[in-house]
């Protein structure tokens, strides 16, 4: 188990930062599926995936943490805290137990998408029991169709960063 130093704190402080206002910009984009508004990109993954990779499981179970409460802080919607704190642990159990297991038989990329779908499966659930209209899960197949399509591109855009970032950025002490 590696040591909290200075410079690690740093390091995960900074990616957090970088999470969250890209969070908060893609929050500001309308829905891009009408029938599901809380669906979206989320582009934020690629640092949870990066930190998964870089940084080990137990950081990134405290960046997924931190991240959610960081934006519900920010956005004041602390409604929205249980739609995202759901996506968010669900994309991390995925994605940490996958990279912990079969990394790297099975690429970022993949792992990446079960992330992508587990989320947003569990955010429609979370749906389901808020609104108490199980009439919602109609909308799982269009929601999984849309995360396939959102987790690859997370899981490519994160393994550029892992690829091109300076091996210094990569390679924390």
Do not use: W
């Not at 199980?134 to 997370?154: E, H, K, R, T, Y």
């Amino acid at each position: 188990m590696k040591k909290f130093s200075a410079r690690r704190v740093a390091e995960l402080g900074m990616l957090l930062a970088a999470a969250s206002i890209v969070f908060l910009i893609e929050s500001l984009v309308p829905p891009l599926l009408p029938m599901a508004p809380y669906v979206k990109i989320g582009l934020a993954n690629c640092f949870l995936l990066f930190v998964i990779a870089v940084f080990g499981a137990r950081d990134a179970f405290l960046f997924v943490l931190g991240k959610n409460l960081l934006t519900a802080a920010f956005t004041g919607a602390g409604f929205t805290l249980l739609f995202n704190l759901a996506g968010s642990l669900c994309a991390y159990l995925a994605m940490a137990s996958l990279y912990a297991a079969v990394f790297p038989r099975v690429s970022l990329v993949a792992i990446s998408v079960t992330g992508a779908v587990l989320s947003n499966i569990a955010r429609t659930c979370v749906a389901v029991a808020v609104t108490e209209a199980p009439g919602l899960f109609v909308q799982l197949p269009f929601v999984c169709a849309f995360s396939v399509a959102a987790g690859i591109l997370v899981g490519i855009l994160t393994c550029f960063a892992i690829k091109y970032l300076p091996e210094r950025l990569t390679n924390p002490k």
